[in-house]
């Protein structure tokens, strides 16, 4: 069997002295899509960003492995070249930094350690402005400063664009469905349905059902309070939809 792309055991993390995440356990398989739901303040992004290596969350985990490989310890920047993409569930706003430069840059980076020669210019261009399309981005947008003015949807579908240009292993997207208007969550939708190919992987932060009717999760896991509470199938998705968290709250709710 091959190992899982994700595998997370005992995870624990602290933000600004506060513990947040309380051991968290998560096996993602290659090609997979996992979706980890969970009330405002349980630990979701906190999570993504422990696994993107930001360095004010403080990580302990009794295993995190990325392709079988630690990825604790590596840098933001190994993360990525290995393959790691978060989607910001608030993408910053980088005034001074072109857009379409910095994907460039983004893309030569991982290449350069992959070992592959830099893109050509052109070819860069022509396919930026050809996914740029299918996302509904105005052109304009790839020649703005990254996220500089852009509405909050603009944000969302430009965190697609960088993900469909970098094409990685495991993508976190923290609630990339928020603030999309209804044609644009189903452009985004259809792009991530694009970019499955049997191995690569997402875990989707989301707190609707919505995305998940258009890309079909194989899991779905709530979090509660820093854990896991309970993880099953879309009926899982279903449920919170029609009851809220409260039941998930009760400690019975753990595990299947
Ligand atoms: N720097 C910090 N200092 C103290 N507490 C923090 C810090 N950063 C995050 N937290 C706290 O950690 C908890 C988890 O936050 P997190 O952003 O991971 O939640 P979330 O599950 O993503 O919520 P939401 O659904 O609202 O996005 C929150 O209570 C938050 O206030
Ligand atoms: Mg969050």
Redesign the pocket.
């Known amino acids: 069997m091959t190992p899982p792309v994700l595998r997370l055991r005992n995870l624990r993390a602290s933000?600004?002295g506060?513990q947040?995440l309380r051991g968290v356990d998560l096996d993602v398989g290659a090609g997979e899509v996992h979706a980890i739901m969970?009330p405002?303040?349980?630990?979701?992004?906190?999570l993504a960003a422990a696994l993107a290596g930001r360095p004010?969350v403080a990580v302990e985990a009794d295993a995190a492995l990325f392709d079988g490989e630690p990825l604790l310890g590596r840098t933001p920047e190994q993360r990525a070249c290995k393959g790691l993409f978060l989607g910001f569930?608030y993408p910053v706003e980088l005034p001074g930094v072109h857009n379409l430069l910095l994907l460039r840059s983004a893309l030569n980076a991982v290449r350069r350690d992959q070992g592959l020669a830099e893109v050509d210019a052109y070819d860069f261009l022509r396919s930026a402005r050809a996914l740029a399309k299918t996302l509904g981005l105005g052109e304009d947008l790839l020649q703005r400063d990254v996220n500089d003015g852009f509405s909050g949807g603009e944000k969302k579908r430009n965190e697609v664009l960088q993900l469909a240009l970098l094409q990685p292993r495991l993508a976190i997207l923290d609630?990339i469905d928020s603030g999309l208007d209804i044609d644009a969550l189903k452009q985004v939708g259809a792009a991530l349905q694009g970019l499955r190919d049997g191995r690569r992987s997402f875990v989707l932060v989301t707190?609707y059902r919505r995305l998940l009717d258009l890309v079909p999760v194989d899991r779905v896991h709530v979090?509660v309070d820093g854990r896991i509470a309970a993880s099953g199938g879309i009926e899982l998705a279903e449920r919170l939809e029609r009851q809220g968290y409260e039941w998930a709250l009760q400690p019975e709710a753990v595990g299947e």
């Open positions: 933000v600004g506060r947040v969970g405002n303040g349980a630990g979701k992004s906190t004010d569930q609630e707190h979090m």
